[in-house]
Structures are given as C-alpha cells and as structure tokens.
C-alpha cells in the first residue's frame, strides 16, 4: 500500500498567515494527489486534485504543488473559514490512501 | 446541485449486519464510479470501497474485503454498502462519494452515516 505522510499534525496559525502543509508519498505517484478541507461535523470538499488544479468554486487562495512523491498544500492568506482539517489522498492506485491530516488552528 | 444522501446507519453488536444505502441525484448516476468512504470517531480518513459505472469492476480496501459488499442500482440511482461480520473498529461515519476519472478525485461526499458497532 501506499502510506501518505502529512506534515504538521497540526499548525496554530492566524488570520492573514500564508500556510503550507506538506504530504510525503511512499513511493511515486505522479501527480494522483488530492487535498480535501474538513470542518467539524462536516464532509470533507476536494480543494486541488490533480496535485495541482484547484476544484471550481475554491478560492484562489488556495494552490497545490509538487509531483512524484513530495506535495504543497498552500494557502495564501488565511481567512477565518478556512480554520480545518486538511488531508491528501493518493488516486494512482487502490488501496486509495489518504494523510493522517493535518488540523489548522486558530492562534 | 449534485447530491448524495446516505441512510442506514444504526447500532449494531458485533458479528452483526448491516446495509448502507446512498441515493444520488442531479447527475447521471450510470456514468460514474462511486466509493465507500469512513472516518472512525475522532480518527482520518479511509476508503473502504469502489465500483465502476457498470459494476465491471470493484475494489475493496483489506479491512473490508470479504466481509463489506458493494454494489449498485443504476436503474435506481443508489450505491449500496453490505456489511456483515461488523466488528468494534468498524464503527465509523461511512461516507458515500463520487469518483471522477476526470480529475481522479472523490467529488462530492454525502453527509454521511454513522455505524456503531457495540455489544
């Protein structure tokens, strides 16, 4: 299987900050990356898929980075409705996998 | 606007069974390959199952296979979860969601329903 690494667990930032959450493949997998926001009690939203393409109706704040097997979640200045879960998932093969997620917190 | 609406979550004992149902609208249901996904309590994300738009292909993570099922009515616009043996690490809110080979992504997600496996 492949197991996707995120990095931070978890990150306290504030309104206004530029974040990046990073997402470690355990092996190549193009660029079968997608990033999905979750917020509490809610279904996850794909953001970018395609490691790179932002999903319509995102803002473009958002933007996604990388190939092969190290990825960029980036936010360019957070709003106070972004506060979430995020997490990556690899489609390049099943078993599909995702990060263990990666909570942004208010500062 | 697409939607996708879950039910059949419950409480159940373990070796018990149960059905998961999601009913989609407002997309042509026949022409996508839909997938299980769930989120144990507190806990990520993982994907359970998928089924092609024919039902001519199904793959199974290998904590479900051989116990989950899934299948389709196309006829019906409705995804389907069989789930027997459940155990106390199956509970979790189950997720139904749409999978685009466009984009190679699950898009959208249901609202989720939720299973308790407990004696």
């Known amino acids: 299987d492949i197991q996707m690494t995120q990095s931070p667990s978890s990150l306290y930032m504030s309104v206004g900050d530029r974040v990046t959450i990073t997402c470690r493949a355990s092996q190549n997998i193009d660029s079968y990356l997608n990033w999905y926001q979750q917020k509490p009690g809610r279904a996850p939203k794909l953001l970018i898929y395609a490691a790179a393409s932002l999903q319509s109706g995102v803002p473009s704040r958002f933007s996604g980075s990388g190939s092969g097997s190290d990825f960029t979640l980036t936010i360019s200045s957070l709003q106070p409705e972004d506060f979430a879960t995020y997490y990556c998932?690899?489609?390049?093969?099943?078993?599909?996998?995702f990060g263990q997620g990666t909570k942004l917190e208010i500062k | 606007e697409v939607q996708l609406v879950e039910s059949g979550g419950s409480l159940v004992k373990p070796g018990g069974s149960l059905r998961l149902s999601c009913a989609a609208s407002t997309f042509t249901f026949s022409t996508y390959t839909m997938s299980w996904v769930r989120q144990a309590p507190g806990k990520g994300l993982e994907w359970v199952s998928s089924i092609t738009s024919t039902s001519s292909d199904i793959y199974y993570a290998d904590s479900a296979r051989g116990r989950f099922t899934i299948s389709r009515d196309n006829a019906k616009n409705s995804l389907y979860l069989q789930m027997n043996s459940l155990r106390a690490e199956d509970t979790a809110i189950y997720y139904c969601?749409?999978?685009?080979?466009?984009?190679?992504?699950?898009?959208?997600w249901g609202q989720g329903t939720l299973v308790t496996v407990s004696s």
């Open positions: 998932q690899q489609s390049y093969r099943t078993p599909f996998t």
């Open positions: 969601a749409r999978y685009s080979s466009s984009f190679w992504g699950f898009d959208p």
